[in-house]
């Protein structure tokens, strides 16, 4: 105290300390500033009191006003449903087809399609449907078990190969290599036909002798053609679409070792009106077939297909 002093250019008086030669001025606090830091203070004592906020073992401080996050999600959740449940009656009400004539009822279908696929399904198709190896391109007009909507529906109920579920679509084509039904000879000969079938490989002397072997052991699931029977799960050949790669060695791989995709059933893991958005969402993406009741015709997949 002893040492305040009144600091000559500016007129105010110092706070009695120094450092290295450096003085403190005591300037007060401006009187806004002081308000305002009180008024905080009094704001954070009232928001204690009517908000959760303070953290105990278990849990936290309810509040007077017994508000939380959790419960406004909760109830913004439930408004939410409300207002979706009349238009999710309707599609739990139609037929699919019906459902595509209703042009604001598509629209909210494929919006809760969308979600659903982004949620479920783009782990496998990827984010923009268009899949990968071992996993069918939803964006083409390739089918393993049919493409319109109806058929469509029907995979995503039961899955491809899904244990547990007797209506899974199934299928099974042998191991023609590994098995030892054909030589390796045959293999590669077969090969060459499989890949002549789409002009993906010269129909040289080795195709030929393949296009016995086909006849012998292909064509009854794949056709006399190769284009597939959808019946069988047995994809088009004569396309330049293949699922599991279209290169020489890649087909004669799977000749060799079959491949045998699953696809869960989502009967049980989605709910009913879910399903039947997706089924319609998948059908919008380029590749869907004519909305009808029953089997599409013949035109299976040769690779990237859809299920």
Not at 34 to 43: E, G, M, Q
Not at 177 to 194: C, H, R, S
Not at 211 to 225: E, Q, S, Y
Request: proline share 6%; with cysteine; hydrophobic share 40%.
């Amino acid at each position: 105290m002893a040492n305040k002093r009144i600091d000559e250019p500016t007129g105010v008086e110092t706070v009695g300390h120094e450092w290295d030669g450096i003085e403190e001025l005591n300037n007060p606090l401006p009187r806004w500033w002081v308000i305002t830091f009180a008024l905080t203070i009094v704001f954070s004592l009232g928001y204690v009191i009517v908000y959760p906020a303070i953290p105990l073992l278990d849990k936290g401080t309810q509040g007077m006003w017994g508000w939380s996050s959790r419960g406004q999600l909760a109830a913004e959740t439930e408004t939410a449903e409300a207002a979706r449940a009349e238009s999710n009656a309707q599609i739990a009400a139609l037929p699919l087809t019906q459902i595509a004539a209703n042009k604001d009822l598509m629209d909210k279908a494929l919006a809760g399609g969308s979600a659903a696929f982004r949620q479920n399904c783009v782990q496998c198709h990827g984010s923009g449907a268009a899949g990968g190896i071992g996993y069918p391109n939803l964006n083409d007009d390739d089918w393993l078990w049919g493409g319109n909507v109806n058929e469509i529906h029907q995979t995503l109920l039961h899955g491809v190969r899904h244990p547990g579920d007797a209506e899974t679509r199934t299928s099974a084509m042998p191991s023609f290599g590994k098995d030892g039904i054909l030589t390796p000879a045959q293999v590669n000969e077969v090969t060459g036909y499989v890949l002549s079938l789409s002009g993906a490989a010269k129909a040289d002397a080795s195709a030929q002798a393949g296009a016995a072997v086909f006849t012998a052991n292909c064509a009854v699931c794949h056709g006399p053609d190769g284009k597939g029977m959808r019946q069988f799960g047995a994809p088009n050949l004569a396309d330049k679409i293949w699922l599991y790669g279209g290169s020489q060695s890649q087909v004669a791989a799977s000749v060799t070792n079959a491949h045998a995709g699953v696809m869960p059933a989502w009967t049980g893991r989605l709910d009913p009106v879910t399903i039947k958005m997706l089924a319609l969402y998948v059908h919008s993406l380029g590749g869907g077939e004519d909305f009808k009741e029953g089997p599409a015709a013949p035109a299976a997949e040769g690779g990237n297909a859809k299920p």
